[in-house]
């Protein structure tokens, strides 16, 4: 627990520095919001600091959700199966499919940028995701029995499945999902995205749960992934589209988008970004 910590910690002072270093370069250019902004910082650092405070309750919230009338519930078990199924490789393959559907028939913009971009923050988060879990190496609840939250395996998680719960990837392909669909939806009408938001996001709550239901991973690691995935999606919609003509664009969507407005760089009482 103790090198959770101070990585966490060590991570937090350097991103100050970061986040300067990003102000610097974005106010040479007008209307350009650094890659990552305060908001995004914000919301990584409630999620790193309420999992830790959620892990005190992580054995807690296992037990009761592995307890028999919970587990011989056949509908839960049917919802679980299927919000379960939900995960990095089915979300990233139906963005990409619908990315190359969309150039095959040579759809509007908005529908290619929506594509790419969503695929783009799925991988973006899951890939990040990866790195942390394999590095922390932290046991999955059944590993355990459900009986020790801070049983850490540092480097393990790399080389086995059950020393990979934190954070959790299904949460973080799941809300980058959600985030980047919002966000583009946002770019287009603010009413749509009060109706697209809150159902994306309440959707995208499901595969972590599931995964819990399953004894797969902690609350925490459902928290984290959440976070991660969130600014993932945000993050990659605001790049893209506050920087019109950049390579990736270019090579995979074709014509530049044009520019957001300066006020629109965050999601802060709405749905701007």
Excluded: C
Excluded at 145 to 154: E, G, L, M, R
Excluded at 208 to 236: C, E, N, P, Q
């Amino acid at each position: 627990m103790r090198r959770l910590v101070a990585l966490i910690s060590g991570a937090s002072m350097a991103l100050p520095s970061l986040l300067s270093a990003q102000a610097s370069d974005s106010s040479r250019t007008t209307n350009r919001p650094p890659l990552i902004t305060w908001l995004d910082a914000g919301t990584l650092g409630v999620g790193i600091a309420g999992s830790i405070a959620l892990m005190g309750a992580d054995v807690r919230i296992a037990r009761r959700l592995q307890s028999d009338h919970l587990q011989d519930n056949e509908t839960y078990q049917n919802v679980a199966d299927v919000a379960a199924a939900v995960n990095e490789k089915s979300l990233f393959v139906v963005g990409l499919l619908t990315y190359g559907v969309a150039k095959l028939v040579h759809a509007p913009r908005t529908t290619t940028d929506i594509a790419w971009h969503t695929s783009e923050s799925i991988f973006i988060a899951s890939a990040t995701a990866t790195l942390v879990r394999g590095i922390l190496g932290r046991s999955r609840p059944f590993v355990t029995a459900d009986s020790n939250a801070y049983d850490y395996h540092p480097g393990k998680g790399f080389a086995e499945l059950k020393y990979r719960a934190y954070p959790s990837i299904h949460a973080a392909a799941a809300f980058a999902t959600a985030a980047s669909l919002t966000a583009e939806t946002a770019r287009h009408s603010q009413r749509a995205a009060w109706i697209v938001g809150p159902i994306s996001y309440s959707l995208a709550a499901l595969p972590g749960l599931a995964r819990m239901y399953d004894d797969k991973h902690w609350a925490s690691d459902i928290a984290m992934g959440a976070a991660l995935g969130a600014v993932s999606g945000w993050a990659t919609v605001r790049y893209h589209h506050h920087r019109p003509g950049n390579r990736l664009d270019k090579i995979f969507i074709g014509t530049a988008s044009p520019t957001i407005a300066a006020g629109s760089l965050g999601l802060v009482g709405r749905f701007t970004f």
